[in-house]
């Protein structure tokens, strides 16, 4: 489906109304029904193609009211060109519009109200494109798309807003927001402003817009500052001077107990956290790098523990940063540790000791699921941690050898010998509480081996994938499985069979790049959750670099990691661009070069920080062989930080 637009600068409305959409009227499908839109004007069209297309159509067309009956439709809040979209859109499956935004948010609005998602998500597209989303624009652009409830847009919107806020703050738009709207705003910890001086500066500005009208919300905007993490000079020569303040004595009180706390040094009951910036984490072989794409900065946070292409790395709530390595040739027994970003300490943690965990996922930010793989003894049918006492009479403890065909591994069986009978599949959610990994369901994976796995709202998606066992099986296959319910589910298959691929969630759809099928592919898919659709999007700046993780860091996307060494193309960062639908490079991961330019690793998560809390050295993306340029700080916050973390 593809939209044209023309501006109506070239175009003159003549021209237009003669160009207008008609359904096409056969002798063998004659027009059975007449739509009537403003000004009495008429449409002629069919009853059975309106019902397959819209549920509106459907639901009235085969109703015993007075429209069915007569074959007319009275839709008079749409005007000729709207009607004429529509219908264009219904009957072709694309549509050629005007450029004024008038025309395209009203026919954002009748695709609303036809209930025709498809053109909604276009027309909405369309009001974004023909203004670009600036400071100026955004808050409207956000209402508009909640009123019509277009959760891509609004998601993007959203996330514009956030990272543009000091500038957001200073437009008419923001100015003419509710009290409520703007506490909304304020109270949230993705605002990027410089510093919480700023959101003091945000409300008196927007109260001395009204000042008689507005200041009776200032106490309640006011518990919207983080005092604590203003300066102390800030805090006494500008904030506890103020007029509003000074007439409120919640206010004031509120200023002693930050004063109190910055004083004592003590954060200990601290529960208001610091504004955060979202970040991509990256664990390279030799260390943990920070990616902050508002500002286009990297910074060196510490040192890794090595990674290799199963590592994964992932945060939780609380921003807590996880590693996940499978066991290998090299690393007999499975790893996991936490990683304390303010402390730069790893420490390790007890892992999942019933089986081999294979792959890890996080839903909703808060919650780690992983797919586990355990193994049974064929002579006592004992479930395998490692070996039982049967294999170890019969092959000995020093080696650890397949019980098949003894050949040196690092679990009981190898891959070529692994029979399906002896092993069997779980889902298991962990609690970083106690430590503890809890089984959740079991399912018979057979062959099926190195899929992609997707977490989006209730499910896990489980994505193509090969064939244990057959060099050259790819798979598209799709499904999920639906936490809440408990069940599977088999959805649309992907267009292009792939082994390995990397994936996210963002704004309501699922995304899926790269990958194996016999080369390493360069294309990219997009499921829609509600159509249970996939459709390929552009294809990526490089494909030759394997094991890639996608991460969705600030609503955009972001494909990195995976292979690096021996020229730069492992270190490329590509984003992926809504408006044009296609990726592009976007910076550079700051790799440091070792001296064989052997084969490295990274893996890749997004999380939320606040940039005040970390000791880092600032460093130059702009290549491979890196500079170091500022030295490590460490400020109040950070003291913060580490004794609320």
């Known amino acids: 489906m593809s939209a044209t637009l023309q501006s109506t600068s070239n175009r003159s409305q003549n021209e237009s109304l003669k160009e207008m959409f008609q359904p096409h009227e056969a002798l063998d499908h004659p027009c059975d029904l007449t739509l009537l839109v403003e000004d009495g004007k008429e449409f002629k069209a069919h009853k059975d193609v309106l019902s397959k297309a819209s549920p509106f159509f459907e639901k009235l067309l085969n109703s015993d009211m007075k429209e069915a009956k007569e074959g007319i439709i009275r839709l008079e809040m749409s005007n000729e060109l709207v009607m004429s979209a529509v219908l264009e859109f219904i009957y072709t499956g694309s549509v050629q519009t005007l450029a004024p935004r008038e025309m395209a948010e009203n026919l954002v609005f009748m695709a609303d109200y036809?209930?025709?998602?498809?053109?909604?998500?276009?027309?909405?597209?369309?009001?974004?494109?023909?203004?670009?989303?600036?400071?100026?624009?955004?808050?409207?652009?956000?209402?508009?798309?909640?009123?019509?409830?277009?959760?891509?847009?609004?998601?993007?919107?959203?996330?514009?807003?956030?990272?543009?806020?000091t500038s957001v703050a200073k437009t008419n738009e923001f100015f003419n927001l509710s009290n409520e709207e703007v506490e909304m705003w304020i109270s949230s910890d993705e605002i990027d402003v410089t510093t919480e001086e700023n959101v003091f500066e945000i409300i008196l500005a927007w109260i001395d817009r009204d000042k008689n009208e507005r200041k009776k919300y200032f106490a309640d905007l006011f518990r919207q500052v983080r005092l604590v993490y203003v300066s102390r000079d800030f805090l006494c020569g500008v904030i506890a001077t103020n007029y509003h303040v000074k007439v409120n004595d919640g206010c004031l009180d509120l200023v002693k107990g930050a004063l109190?706390?910055?004083?004592?040094?003590?954060?200990?009951?601290?529960?208001?956290?610091?504004?955060?910036?979202?970040?991509?984490?990256?664990?390279?072989?030799?260390?943990?790098?920070?990616?902050?794409?508002?500002?286009?900065?990297?910074?060196?946070?510490?040192?890794?523990?090595?990674?290799?292409?199963?590592?994964?790395?992932?945060?939780?709530?609380?921003?807590?940063?996880?590693?996940?390595?499978?066991?290998?040739?090299?690393?007999?027994?499975?790893?996991?540790?936490?990683?304390?970003?303010?402390?730069?300490?790893?420490?390790?943690?007890?892992?999942?000791?019933?089986?081999?965990?294979?792959?890890?996922?996080?839903?909703?930010?808060?919650?780690?699921?992983?797919?586990?793989?355990?193994?049974?003894?064929?002579?006592?049918?004992r479930r395998l941690t490692g070996f039982c006492p049967c294999l170890l009479s019969l092959y000995g403890q020093e080696h650890y050898s397949c019980f098949k065909c003894k050949g040196r591994l690092s679990h009981a069986v190898c891959q070529t010998c692994l029979e399906g009978e002896f092993d069997v599949s779980m889902i298991s959610r962990y609690a970083p509480e106690s430590n503890v990994w809890q089984d959740i369901t079991s399912f018979d994976s057979g062959l099926r081996e190195r899929v992609c796995l997707v977490a989006s709202d209730n499910f896990i998606y489980f994505i193509g994938g090969g064939v244990r066992g057959e060099m050259n099986k790819y798979l598209s296959d799709?499904?999920?499985?639906?936490?809440?319910?408990?069940?599977?589910?088999?959805?649309?298959?992907?267009?292009?069979?792939?082994?390995?691929?990397?994936?996210?969630?963002?704004?309501?759809?699922?995304?899926?790049?790269?990958?194996?099928?016999?080369a390493p592919a360069d294309t990219c898919e997009v499921y829609n959750e509600r159509s249970n659709e996939w459709e390929i999007i552009w294809g990526l700046v490089t494909r030759r670099n394997?094991?890639?993780?996608?991460?969705?860091?600030?609503?955009?996307?972001?494909?990195?990691?995976?292979?690096?060494?021996?020229?730069?193309?492992?270190a490329i960062v590509e984003r992926y661009d809504y408006d044009n639908d296609e990726w592009i490079k976007t910076t550079t991961i700051p790799f440091q070069q070792n001296e064989n330019e052997e084969l490295g690793f990274a893996s890749a998560c997004s999380m939320e920080i606040s940039k005040n809390n970390l000791s880092y050295t600032v460093l130059d993306s702009a290549s491979i062989g890196v500079t170091e340029h500022l030295t490590k700080k460490t400020t109040r916050a950070n003291q913060v930080a580490k004794t609320s973390h």
């Not at 040192?303 to 996940?324: P, V, W």
């Not at 993780?549 to 193309?569: A, F, I, K, P, T």
Request: charged fraction near 20%.
């Open 114 to 165: 036809l209930f025709l998602p498809k053109l909604k998500a276009l027309a909405m597209r369309v009001v974004e494109n023909l203004e670009a989303m600036n400071a100026s624009n955004c808050i409207s652009i956000y209402h508009f798309a909640e009123l019509y409830r277009c959760d891509e847009i609004l998601s993007r919107t959203r996330q514009f807003i956030l990272a543009n806020f």
């Open 260 to 381: 109190k706390a910055i004083d004592s040094n003590n954060f200990d009951d601290l529960s208001t956290p610091p504004r955060k910036a979202p970040t991509i984490v990256v664990c390279s072989e030799e260390h943990v790098l920070c990616y902050f794409p508002r500002e286009d900065r990297w910074c060196n946070v510490g040192d890794s523990l090595g990674s290799h292409h199963r590592t994964q790395i992932a945060s939780i709530c609380h921003n807590e940063l996880y590693s996940f390595s499978p066991s290998n040739s090299e690393v007999p027994m499975s790893q996991m540790h936490r990683y304390d970003l303010f402390s730069n300490t790893w420490t390790p943690l007890p892992y999942y000791e019933e089986g081999a965990m294979k792959q890890i996922v996080v839903r909703n930010g808060c919650e780690i699921y992983g797919v586990v793989t355990k193994y049974r003894c064929p002579e006592c049918n």
């Open 478 to 518: 799709v499904d999920r499985y639906d936490l809440n319910q408990n069940t599977w589910e088999k959805v649309a298959d992907m267009q292009e069979e792939r082994m390995l691929p990397c994936g996210a969630a963002a704004h309501g759809k699922i995304f899926i790049a790269g990958g194996n099928k016999g």
């Open 546 to 570: 394997q094991f890639r993780r996608m991460v969705c860091c600030d609503g955009n996307l972001y494909l990195l990691g995976g292979c690096y060494g021996g020229d730069s193309e492992g």
